[in-house]
């Protein structure tokens, strides 16, 4: 049977491909759905794709130098910090020590690096579970918040310690020199594994096992191995895998395959800096334009052009239309041809890639005006939908690699700022904003960004759609504490409606996991902000369905917690309807499990005056509409007797 929760979260998707109204208001239906197919669908749960992702790696793993050292401390003091240089595999050496340590009991999970909602703390303890195992990933901290987590380390580890979980911190480079005391007894410097070695263990995965001597016939290979990062170590690997893949009509080998990669992943900045040297101005704008639509057809490469040209203010072509070359001509001279499919590409493979790299690169002071051309063209409409999905992420790139995260920023912020044209460019923008968020380096701006909008009242609704999705299709797959607390906000702030995707998506983002569960339990204030309570109703009725939530001590207790807020501070005719069906699923289990639900209202019932009072008349007329009922709520009066210390009146009185 599907979780309700879970139905909720479906009822503003539907597979049409137009706008279709349903009723009142703004409808964003179709885009939602499209802004989720953009960012990745979620075919399985949050957990099962991270095992997946770390058994992956797992099977492809070279330890790095002293890895075994960091392991022994591990296990010895349950904490490890790693230190080294970037490239090192730092990150994958962590995930390592985590995924192979044993005894885990609890769930795997990163910790958050930025500091969310006033006074919060740099670690938050609350969030270790029993026998976790605990990523804080710090490679990308500046010294502030460096120094704010190793004033809370010591503690922190106290808490981890007595829970029988694992730590392992990566620590940011070259700020070694701000460590303080303590932690440097439990840090550990990795150094980079032989590159050798690396590609060697992706090639053997995939069948490929080259003896010495064939290694030795590439001469650009070690030079290659020893000076580049691990992550192009497998890029190579994965190229080489394809050229023999795709050479099954030729009698090639090892050599060739491993040559031809190598030019593919090769630095070629020199190769492209002469080449677009030798063009002129609408050229070099042809070349962009390609590069950025690549396997697009001629028309969509004319008119971006046209679109780059205006947006650099480049003058305009004197020459009559039909006595300048057509396009066939100008695709020969950027050494690109339309193939049989009808479809425009660079004769050499890959090439696109540094093209587009070589004019962000060499031409800094035009990328205010590449961030409006891509904006342009993607708003203007003339693009396809697969257009604008390969154009976006090709935009992203180049502006993160560049370090100008603010232009992705600018752009998602500018597509959502109305709610306008139905919403249209909402998926553009989520596309945008998943992007920054699985960045490796940049990740944490967008993270820091989404959260301060997800506390504006006034946001747009249509940028609500766009960060409900990228939260929860995208940043609860790496850092789901983050994605629930800003769910969590834009569901505070979502008017009701007949769909409330923030609502949604929190509420099943924290139906899966126990954990994130008592998260959401210990956040809400129901006296504060309405839609705390409707969020509670929902997640205690989850929970009554839940044996593995009603069986835990911390959950009851965050429950009890709940039940005497939703006593204290909302109306006796808000909650009567949701403490009747909690009494209802007490009824429904074995005598000891049903006796757990009912301790919970009974304990929230004494903590808060006069709640005592009208459960007892909400019941008893509960009772009146199904005789059936009243030994149930016998039971239950005599459960809040007990919570109230009072003494069961002898028998015969």
């Not at 990308?140 to 380390?153: G, K, W």
């Not at 890029?235 to 009509?249: H, K, M, P, T, W």
């Not at 940043?475 to 994605?483: E, G, K, L, R, V």
């Not at 069906?581 to 639900?597: F, I, N, Y």
């Amino acid at each position: 049977m599907t979780d309700p929760m879970l139905e909720s979260l479906a009822t503003y998707v539907n597979q049409a491909h137009g706008p279709t109204n349903t009723g009142e208001g703004q409808q964003l239906n179709n885009f939602y759905f499209q802004a989720a197919s953009r960012v990745g669908r979620r075919n399985r749960d949050r957990l099962a794709v991270a095992q997946d992702e770390r058994e992956w790696l797992d099977r492809r793993f070279t330890e790095p130098e002293r890895y075994g050292k960091a392991r022994d401390m591990l296990r010895d003091h349950s904490t490890v910090l790693l230190d080294g240089q970037p490239g090192s595999g730092r990150r994958a050496a962590a995930l390592m020590l985590l995924h192979r340590s044993p005894g885990g009991t609890g769930s795997l999970h990163e910790l958050p690096d930025t500091s969310d909602d006033e006074g919060s703390r740099a670690l938050d303890a609350s969030v270790v579970g029993e026998g976790d195992r605990l990523l804080l990933d710090l490679s990308n901290s500046d010294e502030t918040h460096y120094l704010a987590v190793q004033s809370e380390l010591s503690a922190f580890r106290d808490v981890v310690r007595q829970k029988d979980a694992r730590l392992v911190v990566v620590l940011p480079y070259g700020l070694r020199y701000l460590q303080q005391g303590g932690p440097g007894q439990f840090t550990v410097q990795i150094l980079r594994p032989r590159g050798r070695d690396v590609l060697m263990r992706y090639l053997r995965l995939d069948g490929i096992t080259p003896s010495p001597s064939e290694l030795n016939t590439v001469p650009e290979l070690p030079d290659y191995l020893l000076r580049t990062r691990l992550q192009d170590i497998a890029e190579l690997a994965r190229s080489i895998r394809e050229q023999r893949d795709g050479c099954s009509d030729r009698p090639d080998g090892f050599p060739q395959w491993c040559s031809r990669a190598l030019a593919l992943v090769s630095d070629r900045t020199p190769e492209v800096a002469a080449f677009i040297a030798s063009l002129d101005g609408r050229r070099r704008a042809l070349s962009l334009s390609l590069a950025m639509l690549h396997e697009r057809t001629p028309a969509t490469v004319f008119h971006a052009t046209e679109e780059l040209l205006k947006a650099i203010n480049h003058p305009p072509d004197e020459q009559p239309r039909l006595e300048r070359t057509d396009l066939t001509e100008q695709f020969k001279a950027i050494k690109a041809e339309t193939r049989t499919d009808g479809r425009v590409r660079f004769l050499t493979p890959d090439y696109d890639k540094a093209v587009r790299a070589h004019f962000w690169t060499y031409c800094p002071d035009l990328r205010d005006s590449f961030r409006n051309w891509v904006g342009g063209c993607v708003q203007r409409g003339a693009l396809t939908d697969d257009e604008r999905a390969e154009l976006i992420p090709r935009f992203a790139e180049q502006c993160l690699r560049t370090d100008r995260p603010e232009d992705v920023l600018e752009l998602a912020e500018h597509w959502t700022q109305h709610n306008g044209d139905q919403g249209r460019l909402m998926p553009d923008a989520a596309q945008l904003l998943a992007e920054g968020l699985r960045h490796e380096r940049h990740g944490r701006a967008f993270r820091k960004a989404i959260y301060t909008w997800s506390k504006d009242p006034y946001l747009p609704m249509v940028r609500r759609r766009a960060l409900v999705v990228v939260c929860f299709e995208t940043m609860a797959m790496t850092h789901p504490d983050q994605a629930l607390v800003r769910l969590h906000h834009l569901a505070r702030r979502e008017k009701p409606a007949k769909d409330n995707p923030a609502l949604d998506a929190l509420l099943a983002l924290a139906a899966g996991d126990g954990r994130l569960f008592r998260l959401l339990l210990d956040r809400l204030e129901p006296g504060k902000w309405p839609r705390d309570a409707t969020a509670f109703y929902a997640l205690a009725d989850h929970a009554a369905r839940s044996r593995a939530l009603y069986s835990s001590v911390a959950a009851r207790e965050r429950l009890v917690t709940g039940w005497a807020d939703i006593f204290g501070y909302r109306s006796h005719e808000e909650w009567r309807e949701p403490a009747c069906r909690w009494l209802a699923a007490a009824d429904a289990l074995v005598e000891g499990r049903g006796e757990r639900l009912m301790d919970v209202l009974a304990r929230a019932g004494a903590r808060s005056p006069g709640a005592a009072g009208r459960l007892h008349v909400a019941f008893r007329d509960w009772a009146y509409a199904a005789p059936q009922r009243a030994a149930l709520v016998s039971r239950f009066d005599r459960a809040l007797d007990e919570a109230q210390g009072v003494e069961p009146l002898p028998l015969g009185t």
